[in-house]
């Protein structure tokens, strides 16, 4: 049986961080859907196309990771229609933690099959690194190498531009 594993996240933009957790996923499930979601509480850098083009570039060089679109609804429902063995949430700190458990907890509750919520920490490197963060300090004109893929810096600056000019 192939062990398909689901990561998802509003990815605006993704991180070192992110990219450190798909990475270790790939290696431990046979596939790994990466679903890029729309997160109505957050002001977005990008819209979600190109989030998901973003996601497909720097991921391009895994072969068993697929990015798709996280339409409207219920994660829960995703995870029950597509059969995932697992589902993957990054841990920075003890504060993810809470409010990861919690959500494991409803999750548990709602998938239908054996999915079970798999936890990763994120590399120490990585621990303080988040998308809110690279974006705040980008659009200040901070310099966000090493949090993020160079082909990631390269969108951001080519967006603080766009908008700059309007």
Do not use: C, W
């Amino acid at each position: 049986m192939e062990r398909k594993a689901l990561y998802a996240g509003s990815f605006d933009p993704i991180t070192n961080g992110h990219l450190n957790i798909i990475e270790r996923a790939a290696r431990i499930f046979d596939s790994l859907t990466v679903a890029v979601a729309v997160n109505y509480s957050k002001h977005g850098m990008f819209t979600t196309d190109e989030r998901m083009e973003i996601v497909k570039r720097v991921t391009s060089h895994i072969p068993n990771v697929n990015v798709i679109k996280l339409d409207d609804g219920l994660l829960a429902d995703h995870v029950n229609a597509n059969g995932y063995s697992a589902y993957i949430r990054g841990l920075r700190s003890t504060a993810d933690f809470e409010s990861e458990l919690q959500m494991a907890h409803m999750n548990a509750r709602l998938f239908t099959g054996d999915t079970e919520t798999v936890f990763l920490m994120t590399d120490p490197q990585y621990s303080f690194v988040s998308s809110s963060l690279v974006k705040e300090v980008a659009s200040l004109g901070g310099s966000v190498e090493g949090l993020v893929p160079e082909y990631v810096i390269k969108k951001i600056r080519d967006k603080i531009s766009q908008e700059e000019q309007q």
